[in-house]
């Protein structure tokens, strides 16, 4: 079926990753430097975990701790929620709307190979509006 637009069409490659072991600091220095507000961590050779600038604000900020004293394990977001490159924009929108997330690691047999973000979605078609307004417009608050 023609008109299918792929994850890989709409992805941003390399991707901007840190370590478990660096610190926040560090990490924050990078997000800065690349104007990017996510960094993917890396164990050895495996994504294990993304740093966003809201875990930054809720883990480190707002608590007040030494971003130079923390390391980017302590407060990333784990488990990963990944998707292959040849999937549609659509099956990614739908992944970020069920998982309330606006970034999305693009792995290829195990390799971290791109990432997609709600805005590379947006720009991926009008027809994908509706889905990601509708994730845009949720609370990011916990179920009961």
């Known amino acids: 079926m023609s008109g299918i637009i792929l994850v890989r069409d709409v992805m941003s490659s390399p991707v901007r990753t840190t370590k478990v072991g660096d610190s926040v600091k560090d990490a924050v220095r990078k997000m800065n430097k690349f104007r990017i507000g996510c960094l993917v961590v890396m164990q050895g050779a495996r994504s294990v975990g993304i740093l966003t600038e809201r875990d930054i604000m809720r883990k480190v900020v707002e608590p007040c701790i030494d ?15 990944t998707i292959d490159p040849v999937a549609s924009v659509e099956d990614a929108a739908m992944i970020m709307s069920r998982e309330r997330i606006k970034k999305l690691p693009v792995v290829e047999d195990g390799r971290l190979v791109g990432i997609v973000t709600s805005t590379d979605l947006v720009r991926s078609g009008p027809e994908l509006v509706s889905a990601l307004t509708d994730l845009l417009s949720k609370k990011y608050v916990s179920s009961p």
């Not at 971003?67 to 929620?81: E, G, Y």
């Open 67 to 81: 971003p130079s004293l923390i390391n980017v394990s302590d407060v990333m977001s784990t488990p990963i929620t």
